[in-house]
Each structure stands twice: as structure tokens, then as C-alpha cells.
């Protein structure tokens, strides 16, 4: 128990912000931790805790979405892998690496048979990591993300040999990967991001076919059919709003719209992000028999394929056929700051703090 | 060759009319018949000609829709049931019923074989008809909207034993016959109607669990939540707009949205109709992996399977287990404002034209 302390630094919820979060959304308090662990228990130093743009959904008061709102002066939680640093659970001994939906803390102390976060997401042990991988990647191309790109794509956007595939927010954590596997499958690929160095970096290193800059191209809808001049089989959406609009007007016959994310709508109003309001694009649907799906990566019917999905996009990241990218802030103070920086397009690739300072 | 007159009566387009048609936007012409068929072609007696929302689609200049325009000053064309009263082609003989998209006349001469509409809309004989059913079913539940209820419902919504199943437009020829294979497939469902007569007849003599006139019923997503007390599992859509945004806030984890018509839309812009606006809901279809698909009946697919959805619609009908009701006008020259009517709601289930006055 040398290395638990008396107390760590923890990140709390100040208030459910209306509009766009801000770093007074946020507290930095000190909360204790016991002197010693009860049987069953495990102390955690965290490593790497990953940043979301989905945790916004979770800063609204009475939200009723997939996951209950945060409680207000109770740490945020999200995706952290941790070292072990003390064990009274046969399952853990000290060194392991785990992953769970944990509290901003920079050290945790829970009972893994307890703790609340439930299968899939009950703590578990990255003892399968590929070598050489860095375990930052548990909350990106081989974590959540990762699986909501492989899911949301495969199985939603079906994406065929030839067939044309845009993606929006496409330098994201999320869009980035998506992009890449719809290359692996044999499709054209187009990709939205919001700044010229994105760009960039999706056409020459991440061999996008094409991409555009949507603050800076002009129309947007002269935009999309120009990179896509075959039209769009399929269309990953991360953001939703214009670049959605723009898209669904160039969706083929049978093309697939899979709904990921809605980023930018996520700030719109306190608590309502369907307060926004867009052209009705349902006659299109209609007309060419388009199927447009929503998901939440934690379906049950994919969470018993997760092992699958796991190791192949294990496969792709070692062999180098996915190139991850990550933007890295360091300290569990700098949480907030890289969460806000998801929705000023800060990041390219995922997001991810590096709480401790000898993380792996 | 007896029964073939010199001419015949047509409605032809008279412009493309921007918002609702009107009377004006057709003309009654008199064309010239030929005075003897040449080799493989069929006079034809129309005696049911049916009036569908879609035909308002192709009343658009340039419209990209999955169908042409109509051609300016050409007869319009729809579902059509005729006698043959002259052939020359073996497939068809004097006094046999056959449907097609034929223009709108009173007597038609085409060649089957090279008839342009093409399968599964080429001239089909009503060999298999049941007894005792009239033949103005074969362009409504033993027809496109029987097949587009069929499909829409089964294959798209695919309602299970339990669930809730909300459909718009409930009165109309489409969504009388989805809510009443939604009650044979063992699911409590609700409907919306504009007036209180129809509401009166989903109720009482198709067995809908409920409905409301969203006319007068007030708020409508209080209507529709206190309608579905267990939200929405299926929501079949004849309509758009409001009626679809307030059921969208009540479907349920993994519901389906089948989007079969959008009658809110069609007139709302000459040549746009995507170009009135609504909340955006994508964020509901994230957080609740729901599934919104488009359709139109046609898809190939789907064509395939047509002989065993009309034999299951046959039997339903025959053995009283699906209640078909018509609005009927008499005379081709009814048959420009039998379709406007259905834009003010005129019609409760079917709307159809009897041509001929003997029709069967």
C-alpha cells in the first residue's frame, strides 16, 4: 500500500452548463482515499483517461439519454486505463494495466466485482495488448472508438468494394479510423474536417481519396458533389447540422446513413440538442430508399462481438494498415481543457490525456 | 373492333403547378384512336383508375425523383384496371381484366410487349382474382398499396408481438391496411386521422387501439405519448412533418421508422420539397439505435416476392380479416379532382375512380 496516498486530485461537475461547457463547468477538489483496501478492492494509479464528445450528453440535468446525467460535485467519469498499484482481488495484481469507466481521479481505489459501470465496462485487463502499442490506444483505435468505427461502419454502413464512403468529422478520433477501414474494404473515400492541416493529413497519410476544409470550402453542397462524383453509398456521420444536409443531398439509390455523432449539435441548447432545426430530408429517404441508423457502440449484440473486432483492428494497427494518431495534453488538471478543445476542433485523431507522467 | 371508338377522352398535364395543384393544372383533350390494332396490340376499357399522392412527384419539372416527370400536355398515368375489348395478342383476350400504368383514357391501345413501363409494371392479367372481390382492389389492398402496407410494415418495420405500432395517415388507403396487419401480427396499434369520422372508423371497425384527429387533438406530442404509454416500437409514416416529429420523440430503443409517404411535404414547394424545415432528430436515432429507412415499393427485392405478399393479402381480404373501404368517383373527368382531394383528406381509405360505369 506504499504507493496509495492520503488523498488525490479528482475533477468534478461543477454545474450542467447551458450552451458550450467552459472550464468554470469544472472543479479541481482533493478527495480522500482510505488508509486500506477492504477484500476485493483494487488501488489505481490512472494513466491514460480518454475525453468524449458523448460525455456532453451526460452534463445535462435530468437528460434522458443511454447514460444518466453526472452528478454535480461527484467526479466526471469516462474511459481511464490505470495501473495497478495495490490488489485484494486475485483477478489484479500489481503492474497490470485495466480499463474501465473510472472517475477523473489520479488515483482510484473500487471494487471490481462492484463496480457500477456493468458489463461491457466493468474493469478489465488489457493483458491481451498488442507489444509495442502504446495503452493510450485502449481508449482509441483499440477501445471505444475503434469499435464504434468498426461497428458503425461495417455493420450499419455495409460499406461495399467501389461503393463511395463519406465521412464527416473524419480527422476525429472516431472518423479517422472509419476512413481508413473503408479504404481496407476497397471504397473511395471522402472526409469533412475543419482545418487545412486535417486536410492534409487525411489525403497524405491517411490515404483519403479526397477531403475538404467545411469552414473554408464555400458551398457546401457544391463541395460534396464535387468530391463525390459518383455519389455517396454510404455517409458516417460524426457531426450532423450542414455537412449532413450537404451529404444526404448526393446519397445513392439504397445508400446508408450511419448516425454516430451529432457534435455539432451537442451545445445547442442546455437540454434539448433537438432544439436545432435543418431542412426535412425525409422525401429523400423516401425516394431512394435510404436507410438512416443511429447507434450507441454499447449494443448488446455487438458487445459479444467486441473480441472480434478487438483483434482485427489489432491486426491493422500493428501491421501499420490503420495509423493512429493522437493529440496528447498532460495532468489530470488538463482534462477539461482537452474536452472543451473536442468542440473547437482542437485534436486531430483521439484525443487523450496522459495523467501520469511514466504512463505507457 | 366494334367497341373502339375514333377518340377517346384523355387528362393530360397542363403545367407544372408550384405548391397545390388545382383544377387548371389539367386538361380533358379528346385523341385520336387507331382504326385497326396492328399485331400484338390490345384495346383496353379502363374501369378503375387510381389516384395516388406519388403522382404529385412527377408533376415537377426536372425532378430527380424514381421516376420521370410527366410529360406537359401527355395524358398523366397511373394504376389502371381495364376490360380487353380488342386483341391481337395471344396473351390477352376479349373480356379479360389486366392492370397496368396506363395513361388516363377511357380506351388505351398499347403493345403489352413493349409497353414501357416495364416489369413488375407491365400489363398483368387478373387471372388469379378472388371471387366475389372487385377488381378495384387490385390498385388498392391487392395492389401497390396493399404491397407498399406489406412490405413497409413487415420488412421495414418489422413489428413483433407486443409492440407498439403508431401509423400516420392511418385512414388512407396505405395506412388502413398497415394498421390492420399490425393488429393480425399481435401489436397494440395507434393511429393519426384528420377528421373524427375516420378516427371514428380506425376505432371501431378496424380495431386500432386508438387514434386522434391531430386536427383538433392539440399538442401533439402529449397526443401521441398518451396514446403510446409504452412509447413507440414502430412508427410507419405516411405523412411528415409535425405528426413525425412528435412521434419521433416517443420511439423507443431499437424502434424502426419506416418512411413510406411525406403528403405534408409534397406541395410545400414546386420544385423543392426538402425545402421546408423541422427539429433536427438525428440525436434521437443515435441515443436510441433507431433505424429510419425510406422505401418505395418497387425495389426489385421486393418485386420478386410480390405473388406472396398479393396471396396473403387475397386471403386477408376474402376472409374479412382486412376491412377494405373505398372512396369511389365515377368518370375519367373525376379523376383530376379525386386527386386533390387527397391533399385535403378527403378520402377515407382508397381513393379510386370508376371509368366505366359497369366496372366490376
Known amino acids: 500500500m506504499s504507493q496509495l496516498p492520503a488523498s488525490t486530485k479528482a475533477i468534478t461537475l461543477a454545474h450542467y452548463p447551458k450552451g458550450l461547457p467552459t472550464l468554470d463547468t469544472f472543479h479541481t477538489v ?29 452534463m445535462r440535468e435530468g437528460a434522458k439519454s443511454y447514460v444518466p446525467p453526472f452528478e454535480l460535485n461527484k467526479p466526471i467519469v ?6 495497478v498499484i495495490a490488489s485484494k482481488d486475485d483477478n489484479f495484481k500489481v503492474g497490470d ?13 473500487i471494487n471490481p466485482s462492484t463496480h457500477p459501470a456493468g458489463p461491457p465496462f466493468s474493469l478489465q485487463k488489457l493483458d491481451k495488448f498488442p507489444p509495442g502499442v502504446s495503452f493510450s490506444n485502449a481508449v482509441g483505435a483499440l477501445g471505444m472508438p475503434g469499435l464504434t468505427a ?20 473524419a480527422a476525429g478520433a472516431v472518423g479517422s479510423l472509419v476512413g481508413q477501414i473503408a479504404k481496407l474494404k476497397g471504397c473511395r473515400v471522402v472526409g469533412s474536417a475543419g482545418d ?8 497524405e497519410e491517411l490515404g483519403f481519396d479526397d477531403a475538404f476544409n467545411y469552414k473554408t470550402v464555400g458551398d457546401l453542397n457544391e463541395a460534396v458533389a464535387k468530391a463525390c462524383p459518383k455519389g455517396v453509398d454510404v455517409y458516417f456521420d460524426n457531426v ?24 455539432s449539435a451537442y451545445n445547442e441548447d442546455g437540454s434539448n440538442p433537438t432544439a436545432t432545426t435543418g431542412p426535412r430530408h425525409d422525401w429523400i429517404l423516401l425516394t431512394r430508399n435510404v436507410k438512416k441508423e443511429g447507434f450507441i457502440v454499447g449494443r448488446p449484440a455487438w458487445a459479444k462481438r467486441y473480441p472480434e473486432a478487438l483483434a482485427q483492428l489489432a491486426g491493422w494497427v500493428a501491421s501499420g ?12 488538471e488538463s482534462a477539461p481543457k482537452a474536452f472543451l478543445n473536442l468542440f473547437d476542433g482542437s485534436n486531430t ?3 487523450v490525456v496522459k495523467v501520469a507522467a511514466d504512463a505507457q
Open 150 to 169: 468498426y461497428f458503425g461502419l461495417l455493420d450499419i454502413g455495409d460499406p461495399k468494394e467501389g461503393e463511395t464512403v463519406f465521412v464527416s468529422g
Open 78 to 83: 469516462s474511459g481511464i486505463v490505470a495501473r
Open 240 to 263: 450532423g447540422g450542414a455537412i449532413s444536409d450537404a451529404v444526404t443531398l448526393q446519397i445513392n439509390p439504397y445508400g446508408r446513413i450511419s448516425v454516430c455523432g451529432q457534435i
Open 30 to 58: 482533493e478527495l480522500p482515499l482510505p488508509a486500506e483496501l477492504q477484500p476485493g478492492e483494487v488501488a489505481l494509479r490512472a494513466e491514460w483517461l480518454s475525453v468524449d464528445p458523448y460525455l456532453r450528453g451526460r
Open 97 to 109: 494495466r485495466a480499463i474501465s469507466l473510472l472517475p477523473w481521479q489520479d488515483y482510484i481505489v
Open 196 to 203: 487545412d492541416e486535417k486536410v492534409a493529413w487525411l489525403k
Open 321 to 332: 494498415q490503420i495509423k493512429v494518431r493522437e493529440t496528447v495534453v498532460e495532468g489530470l
Open 349 to 351: 485523431g483521439k484525443m
